[in-house]
């Protein structure tokens, strides 16, 4: 169910990020929200997502909340939840339906894809050709495969629905929250839609979690070389 | 579903303590309960309740009851078994929709929160800035993380129903049922509407506990020295 | 759903077995209904039942029928079947429904309780207070705790709908069927109610059942003192 | 849901037999069919079947079809797939329903109960007095117990409509197919109605069977013999 | 449920290929599809199917497919997702709606069957003598059996909707992709309907898998060869 009131744009873009490998589509969703300026204008709710309220500030959050930017003729949908397979068709109706009915011109979802190279690329993929050439000089084309998940669910929703749709998938490496993914993805937004939303706090923010990480490697390494071997039949030693 | 009678109390506050980490909040509630003398007016049932009745000295009782002191107009929802995540959203719309058709003014949602220090703090959140103003000089602010279970739906409820509601977590350090955590709830519940509710009684039953928590370490403490060391493989001695 | 007839009791009490612990409920119900010689009127079923009939003298049985006595103003219900906690809740409903538009005046549920003690204690609770002052001098008030399982939801349910009910639950020290509790459960009855239904055939059974456990374990014991003690690791001895 | 169109008995004999132990019942009803050249009139169908279909020479079947014999006066309902417990009441309130609403006079449920003896026993029980007395002289009558699954929800529910039924429960002493339990089954059903169906082939399928099961059994004692004897810890030798 | 506008043929014949065992079915419909230059019409959705969006060029494509040729009078249903049991009735149940509501005349159903011979046989069944008579000679006959999953539904479904079907089942000897049995079931096809759909291509693809194939084998057997015999018990050595 979407909880909002009438929205203020004309035709807008509505931009989805749903949390999933490397979180890279709330990371950038909520990087935009915050770089717009963008307003609070409802939520959704569901009795599939899990019982939780987030807190910002002392102040209790939706964890699927709607943001409206006039300026920008731009509708953003962020979660903190993920959606199960399982949820993912009636979530993506319930959304597409309103998105429908807010008469949105165009979707983009955006999501992480699980890659093994140390490139920040971003993949593309479309409803339809159109769509498809406005991206393919910004964009490695997603030529087979599948995408899965909600954001497998919003496009096929979008091409039912004959909403024009971009799926922009932000490589990451590992299942740890990459802003330099959801970076990447923005960097192809601001280029797509003369946007000029700021990414150097996530790459900031990318530097010191890779920092941690090999913290973290190195603290390890050293504590295996000094502890002595394990025995895996000590009582017979 | 709620078994109530029509309430005398208006645009009355309404307390809820469902049991969780520590038993804070059916602790505090029931405490509230007999300290002011509330009426049983009613109950709350569901067939996604476990099939229980609670005996007091004798009497049947529901598991979920509602309670009202029109003096205080104050209405108290108190249960005895906890809620399974799968039932909360529903367990909550009916509660919240039910506040709402009664007029209620604001809610507080008592609970646990588990914490490493010894401190006996209380963690609080809010619906609005208003409701967050009132707070700040009372418990310290919850400013980032989530609230999980019936209680954060309650919050996320009275969010999208717009009734203003307060979330008060009494900080505990472990699985045991803590009256002492209840009681730093009610203190600030004391402050903030002027009640006097006494709490002497709920340290007293910590201190209790307490005390048998620390005759059982030691006892334990002692066996274990006494006890000859276990041998893995005995039969090879 | 109740296939049932109309009655002809006015006002008729009702006393419901169904097999929990030691099968106090369903011993004590069969040799009500036949001490009592009461007529076959109905059965209970339902989708939540499991798919089976019984057999009496070669004759199709419900496993959930329904007696009446219109001599003694009694209907009773008895089960061969236990009822899983998922459908008490519905199973209740039904049946408390059910009583409520036939006139039920009391009901009344008997149950066994597990204790430690030998002794053959029947525990008692009520709804109501007048309910609880006409068992206090026949039963062992059972102070506070919890009665699961259908019990505690056709207690809860008739609490709900204001129809005073009583819980006679026989005290019983093991999983084994235990008419001796049945037997007790059934002299209570007898002084609230004037009935003067036989217990005889049930402490003969009672005894029986003794008598044949005790041979069991006699036989068990004589065969451990003369078998070769048992040795984990033959292979190495 | 019954797909069939009118039937031309009046007041017919329906017969069923799902598979169970012994799969007695749809070996007997399909020797019924076949030795009355019994037509096929319609199918049963459920969204909780298996996703099955059958082959007989090339022909896709439903695996629970429906028969006529208007010569005979009889209906029959045999099953290729078993029924979960689950599912068992739903089918058979839906069989038991057409059953009434096409005007069956009796109901005979087909199935194997397991047994001991090697004796080729027939069991029966029934709804009603009447059909007890009719089948007493050619059963063993299956004092007390409980028929359970598929056979015992068609019971129960004809039971409850007033369909008068008997079960016909042919002992069956393993899990395999039992064409010889199915015979015995077939001949009872020769005196009650006096038809004439041959039993032979059935007998000479079991003789086969057995046949089978001698050799294999013979097979693995001789291997068993020559075969090295086994040691559980070789590595210790 | 079905997305698809009108359809131009009158009383076309319809092909469906789920993937199945050797992946058959959608691979000869994939191959019709494109050897007839077949239309994209429609697609078929379900909250039971996997939430995944299919990329072919970067185009989202449905899981589930439907084309046409009005040329050739042909419907094609063809999937890339497998359908589990559980739905299987709902979804043969939504297609051959559909089929009967646009005057599908004859529906033939492809699929993979498991055999021990190498030989690339067709086996074949159907609905009615009329359709068994028109393949006998261009397949074998599928004598006795079942024909389950989604495959087995369609099946039982036109036979109960009385639309003339035919089952073709490719022999397969692994769970591997199998060309060559989608490329025979194609041959039938050309047989049966005259047209000249093109298989070659098919060929030389099971031929790539197959050296593929038997390189790795090749490759495992002389890596094991070259590697230490493993121990069971290395620390007793």
């Known amino acids: 169910m979407i909880n909002a009131g009438e929205i203020k744009s004309k035709e807008p873009l509505l931009i989805e990020g749903f949390p999933g490998i490397g979180l890279v589509g709330n990371i950038a969703s909520q990087q935009i929200i915050e770089e717009l300026s963008m307003e609070y204008i409802g939520s959704m709710e569901s009795r599939f997502f899990p019982p939780i309220a987030v807190l910002y500030d002392g102040l209790i959050n939706m964890p699927v909340r709607i943001y409206e930017s006039e300026e920008h003729n731009l509708i953003m949908v962020v979660s903190d939840i993920p959606i199960s397979p399982s ?4 979530v993506s109706k319930v959304l597409i339906n309103w998105a429908g009915s807010i008469g949105v011109k165009e979707v983009i979802s955006i999501a ?5 190279s140390d490139e ?10 159109d ?12 030529q087979m495969g599948t995408i899965s998940g909600i954001s497998g669910s919003i496009m096929s929703e979008c091409f039912i629905q ?3 749709a ?6 990451t490496r590992s299942q740890n929250p990459d802003p330099r993914a959801a970076a ?8 797509l839609y003369g946007y000029s939303i700021e990414t150097e706090s996530l790459i900031e923010q990318a530097e010191r979690i890779e920092l941690e990480m090999q913290k973290l490697a190195e603290d390890l390494r050293k504590s295996e070389q000094s502890a ?9 030693g």
């Open 87 to 90: 949820s993912s068709y009636d």
């Open 112 to 116: 992480g894809i699980a890659t093994m």
């Open 162 to 164: 004959e909403i024009p």
């Open 166 to 171: 971009i799926s922009l998938l932000g490589a």
């Open 228 to 236: 002595s071997p394990r025995r895996e039949f000590p009582m017979y």
């Open 131 to 142: 769509m498809l050439e406005k991206i393919e000089n910004h964009v490695e084309i997603f």
């Open 120 to 129: 920040a690329k971003v993949f593309g993929a479309a409803t339809t050709k």
């Open 184 to 191: 990447a993805v923005i960097n192809v937004l601001n280029d």
